[in-house]
């Protein structure tokens, strides 16, 4: 195996995932109201809505597709252009660092090595460094500036994101992330995730990713199985936050959640209405519910079990679903 050595950020875990949807109160009914999500705040302005367990401000960001047309944050920023954000789908994966002094050191030393950032936002409980993967998936590196994020967004906020200029201030060097967070179930809902644990990626130039997310991204190749790579940050909780996937061309697989236990998911399946249920897995490793959103975008509702994980052993599961 490749090493690589981790020269620019050192996340401790996978924050949240952000994606694109077609309609957004649907989506924000969906990922509530079944998969046990709760709305901590939406920003009408700018078409999201922004749904957690409670572990980071949102484990869960949403987007209303642009359809071509730029909207605005605060101050005027160009938040969001035209140009991106046409199809449903992953919008961004985003890293959490431990504190504001790392995340402009990343910053300054992309600058120093010439590679490109796509924009520096302050988003109230965040400040954020925001670039692209080879594939093009897009990357949010952010510390929390917050520690009670839930005081500063709540409920339908104004415009929340303006431009930061990382190198305006000495920055912050210790971490204000929540340490003892109040975590929220939805009672009413089928599913009582515990948190986002993980993304799923598909990609046809895996080694051009891994050094990406090792290099760059900062994180540790945990395991290699089958030619899938697994990856995780500092959080020592988490048994990775990433996954590549080998395929014939890159795409969005899915987040995973993490489920309390066996009897809760199985009271989930019982409950869930079976269109939006894509598929039930059980390995040895894992058992795991697939569901398709009103995008047809798919998320995974997991428990893990004792046995170690052996792709070889995974049956006719595809690999995307037992990785
Ligand atoms: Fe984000």
């Not at 020269?7 to 952000?18: A, I, S």
């Not at 046990?36 to 960001?61: K, M, N, R």
């Not at 795991?288 to 009103?294: E, G, I, K, Q, R």
């Amino acid at each position: 195996m490749a090493t690589h050595q981790a020269e620019f950020f050192h996340p401790r875990r996978l924050g949240h995932v952000n994606l694109w949807v077609e309609d957004l109160a649907r989506s924000e009914r969906f990922y509530n109201e079944q998969c046990g999500l709760t709305v901590e705040f939406t920003e009408p302005d700018l078409i999201a809505t922004f749904l957690g367990t409670g572990q980071t401000p949102h484990d869960l960001g949403m987007i209303q597709t642009t359809n071509g047309i730029d909207r605005f944050g605060r101050d005027g920023i160009l938040q969001l252009p035209g140009s991106i954000g046409q199809q449903v789908g992953l919008n961004h994966l985003a890293w959490e660092l431990e504190n504001e002094a790392d995340l402009v050191a990343g910053f300054k030393r992309l600058q120093d090595h010439a590679i490109e950032t796509d924009m520096t936002v302050d988003h109230q409980v965040a400040h954020s460094v925001y670039l692209f993967d080879p594939d093009g998936n897009y990357n949010e590196f952010y510390c929390d500036t917050v520690q009670n994020w839930r005081e500063v967004l709540h409920g339908e906020m104004d415009l929340i994101t303006s431009h930061w200029d990382p190198l305006s201030a000495e920055p912050f060097v210790e971490g204000r992330y929540e340490r003892h967070p109040q975590l929220r179930i939805v009672d009413a809902a089928p599913l009582h995730p515990q948190r986002v644990t993980h993304a799923v990626i598909q990609s046809a130039n895996v080694d051009r990713l891994v050094d990406f997310y090792t290099r760059i991204a900062g994180l540790t190749v945990v395991a290699r199985d089958c030619e899938v790579v697994y990856f995780s940050g500092s959080h020592a909780s988490y048994n990775y936050n990433l996954v590549i996937v080998p395929a014939p061309s890159a795409a969005y697989g899915h987040a995973a959640f993490q489920i309390a236990d066996e009897s809760a998911l199985d009271s989930a399946i019982e409950k869930l209405s079976d269109n939006s249920v894509f598929d039930v897995i059980e390995l040895p490793w894992k058992r795991s519910l697939f569901l398709t959103d009103p995008d047809g975008l798919t998320s995974e509702w997991y428990v893990s079990r004792a046995a170690p994980r052996e792709l070889r052993k995974r049956g006719d599961v595809a690999l995307l679903l037992a990785s």
